[in-house]
T-cell receptor
Framework: AQSVTQLGSHVSVSEGALVLLRCNYS??????LFWYVQYPNQGLQLLLK??????LVKGINGFEAEFKKSETSFHLTKPSAHMSDAAEYFC??????????FGSGTQLTVLP | KAGVTQTPRYLIKTRGQQVTLSCSPI?????VSWYQQTPGQGLQFLFE???????NKGNFPGRFSGRQFSNSRSEMNVSTLELGDSALYLC???????????????FGPGTRLTVL
């Protein structure tokens, strides 16, 4: 069985501050991990994915995530938040691209 | 290249009715997956189709069904609608379904279903 836990359903940061969104996973085998973003009234957009090639994964819009097996974590970071980053972020785990198991999501608010 | 399209975008139905939602994948993508998104349960996997065959199914009652056509377009159907079926239904397509677990799923904008 596999599962994902996102710590913090709501995170607020000031514009220009570091963004850190937490994700821990549980999987019986090496997982594939994804971060998606969802803007209001839209579908999900892929930010980045981990497929065991490298533990530090760079994605779009300046986001990156580091896979830490010892901590079973895949936290998402961005050095400097922008107002346009305000959205809901979902971490997902998959043993197959055909079925994603999502975390409960983190709503990111960026304060001016 | 056009993205995943879903029709209709919004739908209002009453309890007991049935509904059909449509999804057109990205050109060349052969796998289509469906997800239900609700405030209470979050994002949950419904089922996945590849080459007109259902290959994977989530934990949903039999009222939820789907199919895929030879051009990879997919439809999902919900019969005997319940209030709890109100949700955003998301479709996602991926290039290849099968051996590669790294294939990315690309999501459509969703269909917002409201059951009154």
């Amino acid at each position: 069985a596999q599962s994902v836990t996102q710590l913090g359903s709501h995170v607020s940061v000031s514009e220009g501050a570091l963004v850190l969104l937490r994700c821990n996973y549980s999987s019986s085998v090496p997982p594939y991990l994804f971060w998606y973003v969802q803007y209001p009234n839209q579908g999900l957009q892929l930010l980045l994915k981990y497929t065991s090639a490298a533990t530090l994964v760079k994605g779009i819009n300046g986001f990156e995530a580091e896979f830490k097996k010892s901590e079973t974590s895949f936290h998402l970071t961005k050095p400097s938040a922008h107002m346009s980053d305000a959205a809901e972020y979902f971490c997902a785990v998959s043993l197959s691209a055909r079925q994603l198991t999502f975390g409960s999501g983190t709503q990111l608010t960026v304060l001016p | 290249k056009a993205g995943v399209t879903q029709t209709p975008r919004y739908l209002i139905k009453t309890r007991g009715q049935q509904v059909t939602l449509s999804c057109s994948p990205i050109s060349g993508h052969r796998s289509v997956s469906w997800y239900q998104q609700t405030p209470g349960q979050g994002l949950q996997f419904l089922f996945e189709y590849f080459s007109e065959t259902q290959r994977n199914k989530g934990n949903f009652p039999g009222r939820f069904s789907g199919r895929q056509f030879s051009n990879s377009r997919s439809e999902m159907n919900v019969s005997t609608l319940e209030l709890g079926d109100s949700a955003l239904y998301l479709c996602a397509s991926s290039l290849v379904s099968g051996l590669s677990s790294t294939d990315t799923q690309y999501f459509g904008p969703g269909t917002r279903l409201t059951v009154l």
